[in-house]
């Protein structure tokens, strides 16, 4: 049986070595994470394109930047950056949130 | 305290469904409990571990490496559910004749319970670290060691008790159907694992997102409500699926089902046969 282990292994892997792919061009979008807040909350994108969030968390302690809209989910270490690729989006607005600090943590993306 | 209670629950209700299955779809092994509780702990271990190196993960490779390590941890649970149901599809059978003539546990094996065990410890180490870096950053903010603390034990117990509930809940399906039931269960949890791999790898803007959402029932059932987010774990419910999301779900259900079949019918026909080389082929 334990090669059903292996060509399992092998056929959920598969993609992984594709790895070396370089990442598509977008264009860049800056949001910072101070006080446990998003700076600027609000970020108008156009529409039908790739996007390349760069979120920059100031805090000192860890986010989670949150987006089921856009399906996104991504842990930022205190006082590093993260870039997060998006789209392309249909027109409209897609709430985002620090899973850690949602309270004061939430910003929206608006594709038009 | 409340804010903390609510985002370890999150964690711990992912990881605590998932443990459910896990004891469910072990059933009647002996030592599964052992077995499982080894997970448990070296998922905790591992969980802590990711947390110190939080930082050194997200900036490996060109900082795609927490998305790829998510994916990784993902794809390996899939491929151990996935052998899991192979496995019982030859087995099962036999096991739960065996479990209502005997009326107690029979031994299982090394094999399947050590898959069992790596799902376990995976759950529980991206669940936990994610949690364990909450907790930190709480600390680090100045929230008071027994607030946070109690904010924290409260949540982990809350979590818990769902997935006990979860637990209680199979365990009164009758023996001659539970494991078909557990069955459907692991397979529909592996799809959804797969799909949640493939936000991971879509996200590190590996895969392309296909159609960026099939369609949107957040109002109709929030995947962030306690019932959303328990379909989400248990079946891979998500409000708003992207395509190569519902891709990956669907190819996991076919593939898994496909070799469930390739065993049972393999195993009537001409006993073990070159299965891996014919799935490969």
């Known amino acids: 049986m334990s090669q059903f282990t292996f060509s399992l292994m092998v056929i959920a892997g598969f993609v992984l070595p594709l790895s070396a792919t370089a990442a598509p061009q977008a264009q860049e979008y800056r949001i910072v994470i101070k006080n446990h807040r998003f700076e600027p909350a609000e970020v108008v994108v156009p529409a039908g394109q790739k996007l390349q969030l760069v979120v920059e968390n100031q805090d000192a302690t860890p986010e989670e930047f949150e987006s089921h809209a856009l399906n996104r989910e991504k842990v930022i270490p205190g006082n590093s950056k993260a870039n997060i690729f998006i789209g392309p989006l249909k027109p409209g607005s897609y709430d985002f949130v620090g899973e850690y600090h949602e309270d004061t943590a939430r910003g929206k993306i608006i594709a038009k | 305290m409340l804010g903390s209670t609510i985002i370890v629950f999150r964690e711990v209700l992912e990881a605590a469904l998932i443990i459910a299955v896990v004891l469910g779809a072990s059933r009647g092994a002996t030592g599964r409990g052992r077995w499982i509780s080894a997970g448990v ?92 870096l909450f907790l930190y950053g709480l600390a680090a903010g100045g929230t008071g060691q027994l607030a946070l603390l109690g904010g924290g034990m409260l949540g982990l117990a809350a979590g818990a008790a769902l997935g006990f509930l979860l637990y209680k809940g199979l365990v009164r399906i009758p023996v001659r159907q539970f494991f078909a039931v557990t069955g459907w ?28 959402q099939v369609w949107d029932s957040s109002n109709l059932l929030s995947q962030h409500s306690l019932f959303g987010q328990t379909l989400h774990v248990l079946v891979g419910y998500q409000d708003r699926p992207t395509g190569i999301g519902l891709i990956f779900y669907v190819v996991t259900i076919l593939t898994i089902a496909a070799l469930m079949r390739l065993v049972s019918g393999n195993r009537r026909n001409t006993g073990s046969g070159s299965l891996a080389t014919r799935s490969m082929s």
């Not at chain 2, 005997?102 to 399947?112: F, Q």
Request: aromatic letters at 4%; hydrophobic letters at 60%.
């Open chain 2, 41 to 132: 702990a070296i998922g905790a271990i591992g969980a802590c571990i990711v947390a110190a190196f939080a930082g050194r993960i997200s900036d490996a490779l060109n900082g795609r490496g927490q998305e790829f390590f998510n994916a990784a941890v993902l794809l390996v649970a899939v491929a151990m559910l996935a052998w899991h149901n192979v496995w019982m599809s030859a087995h099962g059978r036999k096991l739960a004749a065996d479990m209502r003539r005997l009326g107690h546990d029979v031994m299982m094996g090394v094999k399947p319970l050590s898959a069992m065990l790596v799902v376990t410890a995976l759950a529980v180490l991206r669940e936990g670290s994610e949690t364990v």
């Open chain 2, 185 to 212: 269960i692991v397979l529909l949890l592996a799809a959804g694992l797969a799909a949640n791999a493939a936000g991971y790898l879509n996200q590190a803007g590996l895969l392309p997102v296909l159609s960026p």
